[in-house]
C-alpha cells in the first residue's frame, strides 16, 4: 500500500532550501555583477510501509543492512493490512516459526510458538524487557514486532537458544493523529480499535490505544475470545535533549479456551478405526473460562549528552494471571471406547485448572554512543540490567471424575465437577539477575567492519514448592552465565554486504519453567551444567530499488550440547546429548515499484538429535531420539499489495511442510506421527472512500483448505486451522 503521509523536512534540510532562495537576493543587494547561486532542491528519503532500515532495540548499533544476524521486522502497516489482530498471527509473515499445543491443555497456554527446533516460551519481549505470563498477546497497542533469528544470549540473557521475538509498543509522538476501526466478520466477530494521539504542547503528547473484542471462532462451537486493552502513552521533552516516557499497557481477557478436537480418522491414528468427528465438535464445557489479567508500567528517561552520546533509564513492573478450566479430550490406547452402535461411542476427557500468577520488575541503564579512535569509528552501546522475575501456581482440590462425551454428538452442557478453592499447595520460584553487557560496531574502513557484543549475567534461581499439607522443598541455583557474539562484515558495494558471524547464548537448569529438580541427570537438576548453544551464520543483504526493497539471504548451523542423555555402559544420565538445526534463509521486504509493496521470506532447515538416549525406569528400555519435534524443513510466506486510484488489493500465501511428531529411532509411534504439509492462501480488497474514510475486506483461507494446524505429544489431539472465513473493517481518521 503506497503511503500518501506529508513529510516534514528536516530542520537542516529547511535551513538548506532558505540559504538557497535567498543566497540570490541578498547577493543582488551587495553588487549586480555577482552571479546567481544555482537552487538547490532537498528531497526526503522516501517512506516505504513495509521496510525499516534499522532496529528499535538500542543494543543493534548498526543499520539492518550491516547488521551481521538474520533480523525481519514485521511493521504496523503488514499488520493492518492483514486484519492480524493477535502475535501469532502477525508471525506468519516470518519463516521458521510454528506453533505447539503441549499436552492435553496444561502445557500449552497464550502464545507458544518454537522457531528453528527451539522453544520460545521464555523469549518473548516488550520494548526489550523479558516478557512472563500465558497470554494470548493482541496487536492493538503495537508499533511492530522484531524477529532476531540464531542464538541470542549477548542479547537477552538466558535462554534465547534460536533468537527471540520484541514487540515495540506505540509511543506519543508530536502532531495530531487519530484514527478509529470497527470489524465484523463470520464466526460473529466483532471488534472495535481505537488509536488517538493529541499533542500537548511544543514538547509533550498523550497516547491512548484502545481495543475491545467479543467474537466467535470459525469452525468451533462455544469458543470465544472476549477480551479489552488499554494503551497509556505520554511523553515529555520531545524534541529537547531530555526526553520522558511514562505508558502502560492493560489486557482483560475472557475466553472459552478450546481443547482441541479427537484424532480418530486422521492418517496414523491407529487406536480406534472410524469416521472423523465434525470439526466445529467442542468436547469442553460452557463453563470452562480463561480469564487473563496482564498490566505493565514502564518509566524510560533519556537525555543526550552531546557529540552523538544518549543515556537512559528505563524502569518497569509488569504483573499477569491466568485463571483457567479447560476440559480436554484424552484419546490415548484406552481414551476412546468403541462399543455398541457408532453413535453411542465415547471419548474420555480431563478437566484441568490453571491459576498461575506471573511477575517482573526491572530496571535498565544504558548508553549509546559513536567516537573515533585513530580512523577506526565506534558506534558503542552498553548497559546495566536488573530484575527480578517470580511464577507462582496455586493447587486447587478437585471434587471427582470427569464423565466421557460422546465422541460424535459431545454435549457441553454436561454436568462437571467444579474445582475447589486453592489448597495452600504451591509451586513457584523467582530469578534474580543482575547483568551488564557491551556491543561496538567498529568500522574499519569503507569497506569493513567488526559488529560484536558480551554480556555476564549474575543469576540465582530459587524454587520454592508447597504441598497442601504444608511440606516445603527449597532448591536454589546460582550461577555466572557469559554469553558473546562477534561478527565481520564487507560492503562490496555502498547498498550492499556480506558478513560471517559467531553467536553463543547459555540456558541454565530450570530456567525456562523456575523449576529446579532434585532427581539426579534431570536435565533440571542445579547439579548439572547450563545447556549452550553455537550459532554461525554467513549471510548478505542489499538494498535495491533506490533502497526501497531490502533482500537477504543466509546459511546459518546452530547447535546445542549439554543435554541430559543416558549412557548405558555406565548406567548413569550424562550431558553428551546435542541438537542441531541447519538450513538456508531467504527474504524480501519493500517496494517493487512505489505502488506495490512485499514481504516475503523462505527457510529451508534441517534438525536433528544427536547422541540423545531416554531410560524408561519402569520398563528399563533405552530409546533413541533422533530428530526435533515441531520442525517442518521448509516454511515460506508472501504477502503482496498493489495500489490502483482509490483501490488496494492484497494477497498471500503461506506453506508449511511436514511436522513430525514422532521423532524416536524406533518403536511404534502410536497415533498421529505427523502434521501434514499444508498451504493457505490469503486476500484483501481496500477501498479508500475519501482521505478520511477506507473499507477493508480481508477473506482467510481463500480456497478453504483443510488443514491440521497444531497436534498434541501424544497425537491423539489435534487442532484444526480455520477455514474460509472473511471480516469487514470500517477505518476512520480524523
Known amino acids: 500500500m503506497a503511503s500518501k503521509r506529508r513529510h516534514t523536512p528536516r530542520p537542516s534540510a529547511r535551513l538548506l532550501a532558505l540559504l538557497a532562495a535567498t543566497a540570490p537576493v541578498a547577493g543582488m543587494a551587495q553588487t549586480q555583477s555577482t552571479a546567481t547561486l544555482p537552487t538547490v532542491t532537498v528531497n526526503a528519503a522516501p517512506e516505504v510501509p513495509y521496510k525499516a532500515d534499522k532496529s528499535a532495540n538500542d543494543k543493534f548499533t548498526a543499520p539492518l543492512v550491516d547488521t551481521p544476524k538474520t533480523v525481519q521486522i514485521i511493521k504496523k502497516e503488514v499488520i493492518e493490512e492483514q486484519g492480524a489482530i493477535t502475535l501469532t498471527e502477525a508471525l506468519r509473515n516470518t519463516p521458521g516459526i510454528t506453533l505447539q499445543m503441549g499436552e492435553n491443555g496444561n502445557s500449552s497456554a497464550g502464545d507458544t510458538f518454537q522457531l528453528r527446533g527451539f522453544s520460545l516460551q521464555q523469549s518473548i519481549f516488550v520494548d526489550g524487557i523479558r516478557d512472563l505470563g500465558a497470554v494470548t498477546r493482541d496487536t492493538f497497542n503495537l508499533e511492530q514486532v522484531e524477529v532476531v533469528k540464531g542464538a541470542a544470549g549477548a542479547e537477552t540473557g538466558r535462554g534465547a537458544s534460536s533468537g527471540f521475538?520484541?514487540?515495540?509498543?506505540?509511543?506519543?509522538?508530536?502532531?495530531?493523529?487519530?484514527?478509529?476501526?470497527?470489524?465484523?466478520?463470520?464466526?460473529?466477530?466483532?471488534?472495535?480499535?481505537?488509536?488517538?494521539?493529541?499533542?500537548?504542547?511544543?514538547?509533550?503528547?498523550?497516547?491512548?490505544?484502545?481495543?475491545?473484542?467479543?467474537?466467535?471462532?470459525?469452525?468451533?462451537d462455544f469458543v470465544e475470545n472476549k477480551g479489552q486493552g488499554l494503551g497509556l502513552?505520554?511523553?515529555?521533552?520531545?524534541?529537547?535533549?531530555?526526553?520522558?516516557?511514562?505508558?502502560?499497557?492493560?489486557l482483560r481477557q475472557n475466553n472459552v479456551p478450546d481443547g482441541g478436537i479427537p484424532a480418530i480418522g486422521y492418517e496414523g491414528y491407529t487406536s480406534v478405526i472410524g469416521p472423523k468427528v465434525r470439526r466445529e465438535n467442542f468436547y469442553g464445557s460452557v463453563n470452562d473460562r480463561e480469564k487473563v489479567d496482564a498490566d505493565m508500567l514502564t518509566a524510560k528517561i533519556e537525555h543526550d549528552l552531546g557529540s552523538g552520546t544518549t543515556i537512559r533509564n528505563v524502569t518497569r513492573y509488569g504483573k499477569s494471571h491466568m485463571d483457567r478450566t479447560l476440559t480436554g479430550v484424552n484419546?490415548?490406547?484406552?481414551?476412546?471406547?468403541?462399543?455398541?452402535?457408532?453413535?453411542?461411542?465415547?471419548?474420555?476427557?480431563?478437566?484441568?485448572?490453571v491459576d498461575q500468577e506471573n511477575s517482573i520488575l526491572a530496571n535498565q541503564t544504558s548508553i549509546n554512543t559513536a567516537f573515533d579512535t585513530g580512523s577506526v569509528k565506534?558506534?558503542?552501546?552498553?548497559?546495566?540490567?536488573?530484575?527480578?522475575?517470580?511464577?507462582?501456581?496455586?493447587?486447587?482440590?478437585?471434587?471427582?471424575?470427569?464423565p466421557p462425551a460422546n465422541l460424535y454428538n459431545p454435549d457441553p452442557y454436561q454436568s462437571m465437577f467444579v474445582f475447589g478453592p486453592r489448597t495452600g499447595g504451591e509451586t513457584g520460584g523467582t530469578t534474580n539477575t543482575i547483568s551488564a553487557y557491551v556491543f561496538d560496531d567498529a568500522r574499519l574502513n569503507e569497506r569493513w567492519s567488526i559488529n560484536g557484543g558480551v554480556r555476564v549475567d549474575v543469576y540465582k534461581l530459587n524454587t520454592d514448592n508447597v504441598t497442601a499439607a504444608g511440606v516445603r522443598t527449597a532448591l536454589e541455583d546460582s550461577r555466572s552465565l557469559v554469553s558473546w557474539s562477534v561478527g565481520s562484515v564487507y560492503k562490496p558495494a555502498s547498498n550492499g554486504s556480506v558478513y560471517a558471524s559467531y553467536a553463543t547464548s547459555a540456558t541454565p537448569p530450570g530456567a525456562n519453567n523456575f523449576q529446579l529438580s532434585a532427581t539426579a541427570g534431570n536435565q533440571a537438576n542445579a547439579a548439572l551444567d547450563p545447556q549452550r548453544t553455537n550459532n554461525i551464520e554467513l549471510g548478505t543483504k542489499w538494498e535495491l530499488m533506490d533502497k526501497r526493497l531490502n533482500v537477504a539471504a543466509a546459511i546459518f548451523r546452530t547447535e546445542n550440547d549439554r543435554q541430559t542423555s543416558y549412557d548405558a555402559a555406565t548406567n548413569t544420565t550424562s550431558q553428551f546429548g546435542k541438537t542441531r538445526v541447519q538450513g538456508l534463509e531467504l527474504s524480501a521486504v519493500g517496494q517493487i515499484t512505489r505502488l506495490w509493496q512485499i514481504t516475503a521470506g523462505l527457510a529451508k532447515t534441517s534438525t536433528k538429535s544427536l547422541d540423545q538416549f531416554s531410560l524408561n525406569t519402569t520398563t528399563g528400555v533405552v530409546t533413541s531420539t533422533t530428530g526435533v519435534r515441531w520442525s517442518p524443513d521448509l516454511t515460506a510466506t508472501l504477502w503482496s499489495s498493489y495500489q490502483w486510484n482509490q483501490l488496494t488489493l492484497g494477497v498471500g500465501a503461506r506453506y508449511v511442510s511436514e511436522a513430525k511428531r514422532f521423532v524416536n529411532a524406533s518403536g511404534a509411534p502410536g497415533n498421529v506421527p505427523n502434521i501434514p504439509s499444508y498451504w493457505?492462501?490469503?486476500?484483501?480488497?481496500?477501498?479508500?472512500?475519501?482521505?478520511?474514510?477506507?473499507l477493508q475486506l480481508n477473506v482467510y483461507n481463500l480456497f478453504d483448505e483443510e488443514y491440521l494446524m497444531t497436534l498434541n505429544n501424544g497425537g491423539g489431539r489435534l487442532a484444526l486451522g480455520a477455514p474460509r472465513s472473511a471480516t469487514l473493517t470500517a477505518n476512520f481518521r480524523f
Open 165 to 220: 521475538v520484541n514487540l515495540i509498543s506505540k509511543q506519543a509522538h508530536l502532531g495530531d493523529e487519530n484514527s478509529v476501526s470497527g470489524t465484523v466478520g463470520t464466526g460473529s466477530v466483532k471488534r472495535i480499535t481505537a488509536d488517538l494521539n493529541k499533542q500537548l504542547s511544543d514538547s509533550s503528547a498523550f497516547r491512548l490505544n484502545a481495543m475491545a473484542q467479543d467474537s466467535g471462532v470459525d469452525g468451533r
Open 233 to 250: 502513552s505520554y511523553a515529555a521533552g520531545l524534541g529537547t535533549p531530555t526526553r520522558v516516557f511514562l505508558f502502560s499497557q492493560h
Open 331 to 353: 484419546t490415548g490406547a484406552t481414551g476412546i471406547t468403541a462399543t455398541g452402535p457408532q453413535s453411542a461411542w465415547t471419548v474420555n476427557r480431563s478437566r484441568q485448572r
Open 378 to 402: 565506534h558506534s558503542l552501546a552498553a548497559g546495566v540490567e536488573l530484575l527480578h522475575e517470580k511464577q507462582v501456581s496455586f493447587d486447587h482440590g478437585t471434587a471427582g471424575a470427569t
Open 680 to 694: 493457505v492462501a490469503d486476500a484483501m480488497l481496500k477501498y479508500q472512500v475519501n482521505p478520511k474514510t477506507s
